[in-house]
């Protein structure tokens, strides 16, 4: 293990069993920071960890739905209980169920909501106590640049994006200096999102869209470069697409 930061920091990511959230909590025990790795899928989650381990870095899993508000608070005050703090939160557990609107496949705009919107909230509302008691910490959200943009199929979780984007902006504006806020905005990345497509029109299109990919490590560096800031510096947000994503 390559350890290139001077200040550890016990940082819990959610959604870490896969795609961004397995890539940045890689690259962040490899930097010498304590990971808490949340998901549902816990036999993922500790393949992950294992590896981590392996390699030098210290990482501890919890089995978390982030749609459940108790659950969150309470994989929180562990975190806080085994390690004595949280300094970061990295809400990226997230869902693309893409359609059209006229599909009508309303109980997947819920499944967005609750995971992209009120899992967001959730993260948010177990964290934000302790960096009050702290006098700091950060919040991290995963957005993606269809909080920017809306194209076809996109309408609902564009909107749930454009929502964890306006939160996590209104936290930043509502907290004291030291509770820092950053926004990372990814464009088509390598990641499972798109396998859970159910409609074969936005599936079709999806195809086309996703031409381009980046590693999802080109996301974790980015959330690495925003954690690596002095304590002064608060980047709000980092937009990071392929280079043919146009």
């Given at each position: 293990m390559t350890t290139t930061t001077s200040n550890p920091k016990v940082v819990l990511?959610?959604?870490?069993?896969?795609?961004?959230?397995?890539?940045?909590?890689?690259?962040?025990?490899?930097e010498g920071h304590d990971v808490v790795l949340a998901a549902r899928r816990t036999d993922r989650l500790d393949a992950v960890a294992e590896k981590i381990r392996s390699d030098g870095g210290r990482a501890a899993t919890l089995s978390l739905d982030v749609t459940d508000a108790d659950a969150v608070r309470t994989a929180v005050d562990t975190v806080v209980q085994e390690h004595g703090r949280?300094?970061?939160?990295v809400n990226n557990a997230g869902v693309m169920p893409l359609?059209?609107?006229?599909?009508l496949l309303?109980?997947?705009?819920?499944?967005?909501?609750?995971?992209?919107?009120?899992?967001?909230?959730?993260?948010?509302?177990a964290v934000l106590p302790h960096f009050r008691r702290q006098g700091g910490g950060h919040v991290v959200t995963?957005?993606?640049?269809?909080?920017?943009?809306?194209?076809?199929?996109?309408?609902?979780?564009?909107a749930t994006k454009f929502a964890a984007w306006a939160i996590t902006e209104g936290l930043r504006l509502e907290s004291d200096p030291g509770i820092r806020a950053t926004t990372i905005t990814p464009g088509t990345v390598?990641?499972?999102?798109?396998?859970?497509?159910?409609?074969?029109?936005?599936?079709?299109?999806?195809?086309?869209?996703?031409?381009?990919?980046?590693?999802?490590?080109?996301?974790?560096?980015?959330?690495?470069?925003?954690?690596?800031?002095p304590a002064d510096v608060d980047v709000n947000e980092i937009i990071v697409r392929p280079a043919a994503q146009r």
């Open positions: 990511v959610t959604g870490a069993s896969s795609g961004i959230g397995e890539a940045t909590a890689v690259r962040l025990a490899a949280i300094d970061v939160i359609s059209r609107l006229d599909a309303v109980h997947e705009w819920d499944q967005m909501i609750d995971v992209n919107v009120r899992g967001l909230l959730h993260g948010i509302a995963v957005a993606s640049v269809g909080a920017h943009e809306v194209y076809p199929t996109s309408a609902v979780y564009s390598e990641s499972e999102l798109a396998d859970h497509v159910t409609d074969p029109g936005a599936a079709e299109y999806m195809r086309t869209f996703r031409r381009n990919l980046i590693p999802a490590d080109a996301i974790a560096r980015a959330i690495s470069f925003a954690l690596a800031q």
